[in-house]
């Protein structure tokens, strides 16, 4: 059995790192805060003091930051960065949502030390993190993404290889922007509803019966119109993958998508950016 390492112990990367230690896995774990890595350690794994340790301790290394900056942090830096704890031969799966460019220089340097990297962005959030219901889209060599999969499998419900490095990213992007448009449409719905005569749930459940309702719209609009805003995607992360899909892009190409883009924009300096993303229907309210 490979020894597992997972990087980034945030809301997500902390369900990933759960399911991975209830598979039974090997697990070592690291994170800039060291206090989250405890529990882990209590129920098994061993805890790394950088990731390069971790690179050192691990066959497999795993990742989840917020940003491109934080990814060549915790994989590159010279010092602490765990491609500097890899031998040749060994694997490198990143799982945050970061540019394609980033993607593809980052798998150009671990290529240089003759190490995998298996791009692997996910598609869910908290709910989906903590009871394996993620997607994953796989970008990398074939052989890597077989060695992935086995990792991989126990956490998701569906394996999608869609290429070559940054492709991966390219369509988490792209989800992303779909999902953001579809939040930023129902918020202002969901305030045209309220202003009206017809009651808004009612009005939902009704709408929920056409050919236009899709599978998370239920969440979203129960999300608005009990105001539950407990942080799930907040408006900041959903914000940054807006910036980076738009960097694929020329002006004026996507409107639509930067229109929605400016709704989070205004969400975050009327101080909503730690709220879930469904907080931005507070700006209609």
């Known amino acids: 059995m490979p020894t597992i390492a997972f990087l980034g112990l945030g809301a997500m990367g902390s369900r990933i790192a759960r399911n991975i230690l209830a598979s039974g896995g090997d697990l070592v774990v690291w994170n800039r805060n060291p206090e989250k890595t405890e ?15 971790a690179g050192e301790m691990a066959d497999i290394v795993l990742a989840m930051v917020s940003n491109d900056e934080a990814s060549r942090e915790v ?5 602490t960065g765990a491609l500097a704890g ?19 220089s980052l798998g150009s340097a671990m290529a240089e030390k003759g190490v995998d990297l298996v791009e692997a962005p996910v598609s869910g959030t908290l709910p ?11 970008a990398g060599k074939t052989d890597a993404l077989d060695r992935a999969e086995a990792v991989l499998k126990p956490l998701g419900k569906s394996l999608e290889r869609v290429g070559d490095w940054g492709d991966a990213a390219t369509v988490k992007l792209a989800t992303n922007a779909i999902l953001g448009v579809n939040v ?19 009005a939902v459940d009704a709408i929920a019966k056409t050919a236009v309702w899709a599978p998370n719209f239920a969440y979203l609009t129960s999300s608005m119109i009990k105001s ?17 899909a738009l960097g694929l892009t020329g002006k004026g190409e996507a409107p639509m998508i930067e229109k929605a883009h400016e709704t989070f924009e205004r969400a975050i300096a009327e101080g909503l950016g730690a709220e879930n993303m469904t907080a931005v229907a507070k700006l209609y309210r």
């Not at 994989?75 to 010092?79: P, T």
């Not at 989906?128 to 796989?138: H, I």
């Open 39 to 53: 529990p882990y350690v209590a129920a098994g794994a061993r805890a790394a003091s950088s990731p390069r340790q």
């Open 75 to 79: 994989w590159l830096d010279e010092e």
């Open 86 to 104: 890899m031998a040749a031969g060994k694997t490198a799966i990143e799982v945050s949502t970061l540019t394609p460019d980033f993607v593809r």
């Open 128 to 138: 989906q993190a903590e009871n394996a219901g993620l997607v994953f889209f796989l």
């Open 184 to 202: 930023a449409a129902w918020a202002e719905v969901v305030a045209m509803l309220d202003r009206s005569q017809a009651d808004t749930q009612t």
């Open 228 to 244: 539950d805003f407990d942080p799930k995607f907040p408006v900041e992360l959903l914000d940054k993958d807006f910036r980076y």
